[in-house]
């Protein structure tokens, strides 16, 4: 039985755990496998640059699917397509899970990927149904579960890799979804907000293609060579089907992404604020517990096991929980400007302080801690200014590029700082380690990435009214 759209309005906190559930599964599952690669590597015996594909594959799959998905949500009801994404990402789950080679847990982590879609539709679903009070607060805490789940699951990925196997990250991910699948069956109602309007193919494989050729360039990058003719060749394909995207847009009846909304200040700024908190954001997933790890050997590091280095990210992810519903009070009362400048303030310092101070545990715990309150406070923002800032039929799909946009920063961003890391080397007994100095330059850049994002919010358009649903039909639930 599916519950209509008043039985949500008077059980928000309900629907918003559900809904909060189903994104957590999707953020653990995009970290956890990060502290496994090791295992991963040595169980199929598989050079590092065959294993790394296991993060790609669910990073192009992502990309590609959560535009169309959000807007195939905005076309035919979010909570029908959350329960697809759903289904898909569990279906993942298992065939990694019960993978018997590589290219068996590619697969699977492929197939994954489509959860992508998951947050702009539940984002959706809380501004379709939701009282308007509770809307800022309850997008803020959807938005919170990215760096939440993302944090929580390298500490979650290290115990059950030490002590019940790398097939466990995958089925912990089965469970976490069918839970959720149930609880949006059971009690999450169907959105009454549909855009009246044909499925854009050609538009989806142009958008497709370009993302494709963008993010597998970025992420080889380090590998090929950033010079070398495949990576170049990638760039430059992405280039070329970007404009034929946009051309195409431009001229079709019904776009999947309406260029004429994207041009929109309040949402192209938004954009590229999340452009560039992804390109600073991802970086901490990488610097934090590799340094760490490093052997006090080196002359810095702590030579922390995989598990405890998870522990320093974990302020991080608890000062999101509260940062994220914050952002949303603080939208509501003074406009979401001021929470996402706050943020990336905030995320800018931490870096810095990192950059400047790494050499104690507390130095870390501090920096880990003003990273979580700027990152949560700052994604909030970003959801709820693009949800503001766009008519009701376009939420899925607008919510989805800011999604993509922050994802394409963070592929960028992450392989920027290994570069920086990697650049320098000293040795310590037989082992060779990054310099110091690379970790210093990495904070550095990550902090920069922030001053930016920082910049770009003072170009965000102030406080205004949400816009009119122009071109929205409804339907009985």
Known sequence: MTPNVDEAKRHPTRTLLILAGATTAFALAQTMVV????????????????????????????????????????????ERLLLVALAVFGLGSVIAAVSDSLAVLIAGRAVQGVGGALFPLAIGIVRDEFPREKIAIGIGAISATFGIGSGAGLVIAGLLVDHAGVEWIFWLSVVVTTLAAFGTWRYVPESPVRAQARLDIGGAVL??????????GVSQGNSWGWGSGRVLGLFAAAVAFAAAFVWFERRTSDPIVDMRLMARRAVWTTNAVAFA??????????????????????????????????????????????AGPLSGRLGHRFGSKLPLALG??????AYFWLA?????????????????????????????????????DQTGVATAINSIMRTIGGAIGAQVAAALVTAST??????????????????LMSGAGAVVALLATLAVPGPHRAPARAGVATEAA
């Not at 992804?278 to 006090?296: D, H, K, N, R, Y």
């Not at 003003?370 to 800032?389: D, H, S």
């Open 35 to 78: 502290p496994a690669l090791p295992e991963i590597q040595q169980r199929f015996h598989a050079t590092t640059a065959a294993a790394t594909w296991v993060l790609t594959a669910f990073l192009l799959t992502a990309s590609v699917s959560t535009p169309l998905l959000g807007r195939l949500g905005d076309m035919y009801g979010k």
């Open 207 to 216: 958008a497709s293609l370009a993302l494709l050729a963008l993010l597998v």
């Open 426 to 443: 000293i040795s310590v007994g037989r082992a060779v380690l990054p310099a110091e100095s690379g970790y210093t330059d990495a904070f």
């Open 277 to 322: 908190v992804g390109f600073a954001m991802f970086g901490s997933f990488i610097l934090i517990p590799e340094l760490v790890q490093t052997p006090a050997a080196a002359g810095y590091g702590f030579g922390a096991s995989v598990t405890a280095a998870g522990l320093f990210l974990l302020p991080s992810s608890g000062v999101m929980l509260f």
């Open 356 to 392: 400047a101070e790494h050499s104690a545990r507390i130095h870390i715990y501090l920096g880990s801690t003003l990273l979580g309150l700027g990152i949560g406070l700052a994604f909030a923002a970003m959801a709820n200014l693009v949800v503001q800032a766009v008519p009701q």
């Open 344 to 349: 990336t303030l905030a995320a800018a310092l």
